[in-house]
């Protein structure tokens, strides 16, 4: 049973920067961010797999950086630039399993509790 646990949310101006961690207490090959408002499903923002390969959502490229420490399984999140259409829970996951880390909800069996990251224009 993996446990996640996000850190790191609050409330910044547009431009601003945060930075969101995520303790981990299994290890999984892929590790994932993803977040939901009240209007929108949850969806995904960065994937990273075990060899610290990463994909985005186009609209963070650029500014967002996921990165994994493997052996303290530690997953973080460092956003720049941040705008308000970035405001919503951020949640972190991650799976079990060889293969291809992609930013699709269904493929992460666990998942944090969240954390709220709002961006004021």
């Known amino acids: 049973q993996v446990q996640l646990a996000e850190s790191g949310g609050g409330s910044v101006q547009s431009g601003g920067s945060l930075r969101l961690s995520c303790a981990v207490s299994g290890y999984s090959n892929c590790m994932g961010w993803f977040r939901q408002t009240p209007e929108s499903s949850r969806e995904g923002v960065a994937a990273i797999d075990s060899d610290g390969n990463t994909s985005y959502r186009e609209s963070v490229k650029g500014r967002f950086t996921a990165s994994r420490d493997n052996a303290k399984n530690t997953l973080l999140l460092q956003m720049i630039s941040l705008k308000p259409e970035d405001t919503g829970m951020y949640y972190c996951?991650?799976?079990?399993?060889?293969?291809?880390?992609?930013?699709?909800?269904?493929?992460?069996?666990?998942w944090g509790q969240g954390a709220q990251v709002t961006v004021s224009s």
């Open positions: 996951a991650a799976a079990s399993g060889r293969g291809v880390c992609y930013r699709e909800p269904d493929q992460y069996q666990y």
